[in-house]
């Protein structure tokens, strides 16, 4: 099998050392990636910090340009690219179709972006002291960033760290996920089609014990890191001077109120608790189900969970495919095997062949469970009876995450009460907290992160504002 290269300063590259990746399903070799030497990470920090001022300086026309190529490569090599999604990562054919559809607009949405930026101009003549004064503000780059991320959505998640960094003229470094590289990889062949300059993106598969290093490196001012919370903060405590940027784990919740549709709610929370085998942030983890309509939602819910189709990825039909690994899956056993040890009740579920593990409903879970308290990332969910709506949503509220909750009610009134009280970056009312567009400010509060991600707000986190100020005008 041939070695993929790593992308360095915007070419193609070898090192000393291989990773070889492997499908979670089935074991098979799917490729292997060379592995840059601690040289050639030197070369590309030092070629991203040698184009800063270069790249703060494109033209808007040259980035917008690049990141449209980018969005139409993608979809000429859509079937490609999801096929490679599925083989390294595990995930069934149908989402990994969805995930390169995302990164398609995601791209096309940051050169729609680019296309808009602009200075904004305020008139300071407001006060006397101020008479013939206009300030002209505007968003310049903090410098190269260092993006890091995870394995769960290997294309679209590094798109949302690229796009906003060529958008706003940053030099950016990408660290893949050591499971999942190979999509990343692929990125970097499209992006060294556009007419980027030398330096302004690298790819590079390093393992995660070498990351410390290009975290610390004073060169490159930005971090963006997708990943666990205890990770994520040991970034900011090693760093506390750069300015970084987090988007973690959850355990969200749905919240089913007696005025829902319960059939609809049913049947998204059984496949949004279980898409990406559960490997999503905002997958459904939590259901809170008001007590008037508690017995008649798990009738309908314990159902449409075992309907699921769980299997092979590559398959069409499969809904639920392995976990990133057999370990990830073991992981998820013993959680589940401690909550039923505790007295929480299986209502389907629990049973794990290799790295895929059914899709599971509990009950009855003990408060301080680690499948109610900590992120699952699994396949697992976890449904709580309660009075009524004070009672729901300080049951949302109780958890030391805050990425997205889902509320299903027709009450305009709850709608707008839940957007109040909820301690979430996120409210999807009338559906699951798993819904993202790529577009939106997406991020949370609490041990879920700081800043957001969405291309408008990346850009403006990439960035700062600088205000110049023009003297003696006639306004």
């Given at each position: 099998m041939d070695v993929r290269p790593f992308w360095l300063a915007g070419r193609p590259a070898t090192g000393e050392s291989e990773l070889t990746v492997t499908n979670p399903h089935d074991g098979r070799v799917v490729a292997v990636c060379s592995v840059p030497t601690a040289g050639q990470v030197e070369e590309a920090v030092a070629a991203a910090a040698a184009v800063r001022k270069q790249a703060a300086a494109l033209p808007i026309h040259v980035r917008a340009e690049a990141l449209a190529h980018v969005s139409r490569r993608l979809a000429e090599r859509a079937d490609e690219i999801a096929?490679?999604?599925?083989?390294?990562?595990?995930?069934?054919?149908?989402?990994?179709?969805g995930e390169v559809g995302r990164a398609v607009s995601t791209f096309r949405f940051a050169a729609e972006e680019t296309r808009r930026l602009g200075g904004e101009t305020v008139r300071l003549d407001t006060e006397a002291a101020s008479a013939g004064r206009l300030a002209y503000v505007s968003r310049v780059p903090?410098?190269?960033i260092l993006g890091i991320s995870p394995f769960n959505f290997p294309l679209n998640l590094v798109a949302?760290?690229?796009?906003?960094?060529?958008?706003?003229?940053?030099?950016?470094?990408l660290k893949p996920a050591p499971a999942t590289p190979v999509s990343s990889l692929v990125l970097g062949e499209i992006l060294a089609e556009t007419d980027l300059p030398e330096g302004m993106f690298s790819v590079l598969p390093v393992p995660n014990d070498r990351a410390g290093a290009l975290v610390e490196d004073p060169r490159l001012p930005v971090v963006s890191f997708t990943g666990s919370a205890p990770v994520g903060y040991a970034i900011i405590d090693r760093v506390p001077r750069k300015h970084v940027t987090l988007e973690l784990g959850g355990n969200a919740a749905a919240v089913v109120l007696a005025d829902a549709d319960l059939d609809w709610a049913a049947s998204r929370i059984a496949l949004f608790s279980n898409y990406q085998a559960g490997q999503?942030?905002?997958?459904?983890?939590?259901?809170?189900?008001?007590?008037?309509?508690?017995?008649?939602?798990?009738?309908?819910?314990?159902?449409?969970?075992?309907?699921?189709v769980t299997g092979d990825p590559a398959d069409e039909k499969t809904q639920v495919g392995p976990l990133v690994s057999a370990e990830a899956a073991e992981r998820v056993e013993r959680w589940v095997g401690e909550a039923v040890s505790a007295g929480a009740r299986l209502l389907t579920g629990g049973t794990r062949e290799g790295a895929t593990f059914a899709p599971t409903v509990l009950a009855d879970v003990p408060a301080d469970a680690k499948v109610s308290r900590e992120e699952v990332f699994g396949?697992?969910?976890?449904?709580?009876?309660?009075?009524?709506?004070?009672?729901?949503?300080?049951?949302?509220?109780?958890?030391?995450?805050?990425?997205?909750?889902?509320v299903f009610t027709r009450s305009l009134d709850n709608a707008f009460r839940a957007n109040r009280e909820l301690e979430v970056g996120g409210v999807i009312i009338g559906d699951v907290p798993s819904y993202r567009a790529d577009q939106m400010p997406y991020g949370g509060v609490k041990d879920s992160g700081v800043g957001r991600e969405g291309l408008r707000s990346a850009i403006a986190d990439f960035t700062y504002e600088k205000v110049m100020v023009l003297t003696g005008l006639t306004l």
């Open positions: 096929a490679l999604i599925t083989a390294e990562n595990g995930k069934p054919i149908f989402w990994a179709r903090h410098g190269p949302h760290k690229v796009a906003p960094a060529i958008a706003v003229g940053a030099p950016i470094v999503s942030c905002i997958a459904v983890q939590r259901v809170i189900v008001e007590e008037s309509v508690h017995d008649d939602f798990v009738a309908r819910l314990v159902p449409a969970v075992e309907a699921l396949p697992v969910m976890v449904v709580q009876k309660v009075s009524g709506v004070d009672e729901a949503f300080a049951a949302v509220n109780d958890s030391r995450y805050g990425l997205q909750a889902g």
